[in-house]
């Protein structure tokens, strides 16, 4: 089974520079987090979608980011502009609908976002 | 107090020693805890859920201590592959889909 697909694997821009980073969750995962994971950090959460609606984004910095996931299943993450304090690594998660999490997630291998 | 607080080490261990990690967490509510292992840049990936009631997975064994809201990792017959972060992972209340991750605590396991 494939796992959670992300790309670019890496993204050097400088600031005020748009970019953005996609993900493909396994199949048939309905639940699709983005994580933002700086240095010596734990992941911390900046949206959560439950099929196409996002339902959890209040730590989405919502001045310069932006989401979609149109059809219910890929999922796009934008920045812009980026900031030299985006620099990080932007980890997508997924879990199988119903599952509340409770078996953990599943993460993507991430996009390390350096800006210059 | 942080949500989720761990010792960061880092831990040096030689080969098939013992070591402990602890983790506590300040959400009563909490009800889904898991410790995840991350590699130096690698995603995170689940090592164990953590049951009320303790629980074994081989040279791993997870407890958990709601009365003290502590959570504990204990590594046996450590080896040269156990070297990563490990992050005390704990959910936001019953039903909840949001996790909340430790900073992690890094493992060097030398030969």
């Known amino acids: 089974e494939a796992g959670v697909v992300q790309s670019p694997r890496y993204k050097i821009i400088e600031k005020k520079q748009p970019v953005a980073f996609w993900c493909n969750p396994i199949?048939?995962?309905?639940?699709l987090y983005w994580y933002r994971q700086n240095l010596g950090q734990g992941p911390e959460l900046l949206i959560r979608y439950e099929n196409e609606e996002a339902v959890d984004d209040s730590q989405l910095p919502k001045d310069r980011f932006s989401a979609e996931r149109l059809k219910g299943v890929d999922s796009t993450l934008k920045i812009q502009p980026a900031e030299l304090g985006d620099s990080a690594v932007y980890l997508c998660a997924s879990t199988p609908e119903g599952d509340r999490g409770r078996k953990g997630q599943f993460f993507g291998p991430g996009t390390r976002l350096t800006v210059l | 107090r942080k949500e989720v607080e761990q010792d960061p080490g880092p831990f040096n261990v030689p080969e098939g020693a013992t070591v402990a990690f602890n983790c506590t967490y300040s959400?009563?509510?909490?009800?889904?805890f898991f410790w995840y292992r991350q590699d130096c840049r690698k995603e995170p990936k689940l090592l164990m859920s953590?049951?009320?009631s303790g629980n074994e997975d081989g040279r791993f064994t997870a407890q958990l201590n709601r009365a003290s809201q502590y959570i504990s990792l204990l590594i046996r017959d450590s080896k040269l592959s156990d070297s990563a972060t490990y992050l005390c992972?704990?959910?936001?209340?019953?039903?909840?889909?949001?996790?909340?991750f430790g900073k992690g605590t890094k493992l060097s396991v030398i030969p």
């Open positions: 953590v049951y009320s």
């Open positions: 199949s048939g995962h309905n639940t």
């Open positions: 992972v704990v959910n936001s209340g019953a039903g909840s889909y949001q996790l909340t």
């Open positions: 959400n009563s509510a909490s009800q889904s």
